[in-house]
């Protein structure tokens, strides 16, 4: 007897679903009844292994045993199967078991056409070459024609293996069934059972009929006295007639579910699929600790006219007092609990009217906001308004993760329009560095917007900015033409009127994004790049590319109509407007980046891909690259807007700040190098050939696509190089400075130097010389090109892991993190193939598997290599060769230990190896390849975090002794874990809005995505216990054998490929 739950407190039901009954598969196998067959001497010549049968006869004993499978009706099968335990027979008696069989498989998971499949096998003697024998099979339906789950005992009649006649597998098992419904009429004529098993000449028919009732407990039990007697007098007639007719059946019995508490009263399981109109007993108060099931009620959408009544009158009865309503301290920590609910977790309708109770008093609390809205009826005219109106007037300023959580799919609805709108506008208060930490959620906000309010937004954004050009340029007309200025004005107003009717706030978040583009550089760059891969993703659904691409075309042409008004207003007086003028010059230059990086990824991927096409290996496939950059190419790179060409040079501060300046030639670089203020710079010469595409030196100077701060000028073509793995990512070194980029370019086209004449004598002289190698006047910036894998995954893990850098450093904890730059840049190529690729920023660093294989296993014989501490200050003193590491290194090589494995864990981060952790000469170790989260790991047993004992003895830790420095290790994992946990809701919230992409791994489940990284900040326990939960998470790692053994093998198999 199966029961549902044990601690289940409100009344009885009828039936549940099968769906929610999260037993395992069970069924009892009792008996079998009836004549074997037996192997006759020509079966034997026929098969010699017979021989071996325990059917053969004689004095053998009988080996049977019976097997259980179930299947679909098409006869797949749905589990694997299970058999009874080995019990030797005799030949004169019956066969019992008496033994429950178990299957690795649900309730919930069975289809309703789900088939009970028996087979009975011999399994012969222990000499046996031949293995088991079928003797026959029985099967029968797990669910009745009605939908109800089969339960209690049964009799299924056994076809003979090598009959081949058609026996049904449950002797009428339709009547049956129909004889169990009430509501239906029961073929049975006898009312009595008990007559038909005192008849003089019974029927057997009948007699199996009543037995079978006998054992659902469908018949009334009057007498147990009696009923025991006739119930083994009808087993013996049963039994016999099985014998003369030389027919097997078999007896099987179902479990049956039975009320908690009630146990009497028998539950009927009806199939039924998940349902949102079930009734969850979890989220009662009583916890159900066996089967979490719910209960159907068909009823349950329909509206509760006492539900309805009750919540009206707590809308209008307390309407007049609720600003003065205080809650007491049982009902504070009551509202306390509930504000510190996760986003995963849903309030109960006591909670939501909790709540809306003392929404004044919470008012006061920004948390509190999200979890008002939750609570609000917003079917309910009068609560909406009065909520949207407390939202906007009285709540206090929420905090960002709020923000952001009011943007997911939960208030995409067109009732809920208002907390949008409410979000977007506090994001316009949103320092500049803290958008790009959350522009990759924010642009998958944008799938909720509609693309035919962005198209508007673009229409009214053109009438705005040509009115804001028409009112500067009539301070310069006359009165006769200032006239018709206003008529035209006049027209261009009621327009932009009638398009901010339709508009609604239907779109305010791609205009968000679109003017911060217009106002920062960076924010541009990255939003373009967003934009153009979601728009072609092909796993996308079209109506949300077709979003995606209506904000690429929005952002585009309003950095147009700026460029445009740029150029027109540049001979107007700009002593009223400065930083109007400043905006649109700002919005020419991005646009030009922006078509540059565009042109360059563009031409840079069809190249790649045509030599991973044409080349077998490795080194063909460079030596195609390289020749086919060396060479220019025609491309359309000008800019779209024209006069672009002559827009002076502007330098872009750290912050994003224009300010105009003069520059000369091809562009100008700031002394700083690629720190602090760059200057980006655009072609001055009108008449240069800017449809010729040189990639040893760019025709215009653009931002890197990793990062828009360094400004690149060309790529050292000989300097690529080809990594040895499957899609051969490319290694390229990019120009920082013009002259470099000149040098490069004549080495290949001499007719290009420049003349002596025009202050180019260094450039020239060094050409002029022969230089072999290539020279960089300026460090140049490294960064991988990978064609072929979508590094999304990759974007989103260092974007969160830069992301919780910044936590950190405000919560006062520097760990030194690396958090490198990952851009993805997938596109349509030339043939309109997406195509996958980005940019990855290299790190100069060597793998800690190298630095094990270069200073015996020993990563603190490298600190001290690369950083000695000298007590005189000279590398060569006694206590640098004593083994002491420089006390900054190893500082910072302790805090980037520590800050890496806390959030490598929360993350889930997998396949972690020594390949993929690398140091730098810093200190710094940081990981890299991050094709595995949330705890996905393509090894067998991964630790809870990446910390083996070459790492830790990094630290001084040696024979369990801990040091001081890995004393301080734990100590920075604490804190590092604390300062997290602090900041869940904003990082939840970041991945709630990132459920809907494409990134693989958020893919396969992508509904336990949030609770995944929830369960690891362990925000149920105080912060005592997280802390000491985590303590033992390092503990575990550190002694993880298996771990060492799986890097041992890693290690061996990279040797032998490479």
Partial sequence: MEFLSESLAYEPVGFVQSSHVFHYFAVKIASLSGKLPQVNYKELLD?????YSSLLGGDKELCVHVQCQLFDSKGYPLSLPAHTPYKPFSSTKDFVWNSWLKLPIRYCDLPDDTRVHFSILDVGGKNDPGGKKLIGTASTKLFRKTGCLKTGAYDLQVEIAGKGEKVKSEVKSDETDKSNNKNEPSDSTDTNPDDDLNVQYPDPIHVRKSLKKFGRDELEKSNDFLDRFAFAEANKFIHAENRKNESLYLYVQFPKFSHPQLKSINIEVKYCELLENCYDMNNQQNEVNEVRGRVFDPDLDKSNLIEDKHRRLMIGGRRGHHADLKPDAPTRNRLYEVLCKPLTERLTEDE???????????????????????????????????????????????RVQDVLELLSEDFSSSLKLPCRQFAVKQLYSLPEGDLRL??????????????????????????????????????????????????????????????????????????????????????A??????????SHDDKTEDGVRKVFRSVKVYLEHYLKLLATAADQNRDISNSSNSDSKKEMCHSA????????????????????????????????????????????????????SGPLATVPNYSLSSTGAVAASSASGIGSESAEGHSGTIAIATVTHVNAPVEVFNFHCFPKPFPHPVDSKVVVYGIDVEGIRLFKSAMAPARIKFFTDCKSAQIARAKYQPQLLPSAEGGSNVVKKQVAAGLGETKFLSPPYMSIYKVGDDVRQDQLVVQTIALMDEILKREHLDLKLKPYRVMATNMLDGSGKYTKCGFIEMVPSESVQDVLKKHRRSIKNWLVAISPSAADGSPGSTSSQEGLVDPEVMDTYVRSCAGYCVITYLLGVGDRHLENLLLTRQGHLFHIDFGFILDRDPKPFPPPMKLNKEMVEGMGYVGNVESEQYKEFKSFCFDAFQALRRSANLILSLFNLMIHSNIPDICLESDKTVKKIQEKFCLQMSDVEATRQFQMLIDQSVRALFTDLMDKVHELVVGIKN
Avoid at 525 to 534: F, P
Avoid at 593 to 618: I, P, Y
């Fill in 589 to 640: 230059i991005t646009a030009e980046a922006m078509q540059n990086q565009m042109t360059f990824v563009r031409l840079l991927n069809e190249r790649m891909c045509q030599a991973r096409d044409k080349g077998k290996s490795r080194e063909e496939r460079e030596r195609l690259l390289k020749d086919m950059l060396k060479h220019p190419v025609m491309s359309a790179v000008a800019s779209s």
């Fill in 47 to 51: 098969n010699p292994d017979l021989f």
């Fill in 438 to 523: 959350f522009l990759l959620q924010i642009v998958q906000a944008l799938r909720f917007e509609d693309s035919e309010a962005i198209e508007r937004k673009k229409k009214l954004a053109t009438i705005t900015i040509g009115l804001e050009r028409s009112l500067e340029s009539e301070r310069e007309r006359s009165n006769s033409s200032g006239e018709n200025g206003a008529d035209m004005n006049m027209y261009a107003r009621q327009e932009r009127e009638s398009l901010e009717r339709e508009d609604r706030g239907r779109a305010d978040l791609a205009e968000f994004l679109v003017i911060s583009a217009s106002k920062n550089l960076s924010v």
């Fill in 525 to 534: 760059l990255d939003l373009n790049w967003y934009l153009e891969v979601e």
């Fill in 352 to 398: 939501r009217n909790l709540v809306w109770q003392y929404r004044y008093s919470l008012a006061s609390y920004p948390n509190a906001l999200v979890k008002f809205l939750r609570s609000v009826e917003w079917d309910n005219s009068e609560e909406r308004t009065e909520a949207v109106k407390m939202m906007q007037n009285t709540w206090a300023v929420p």
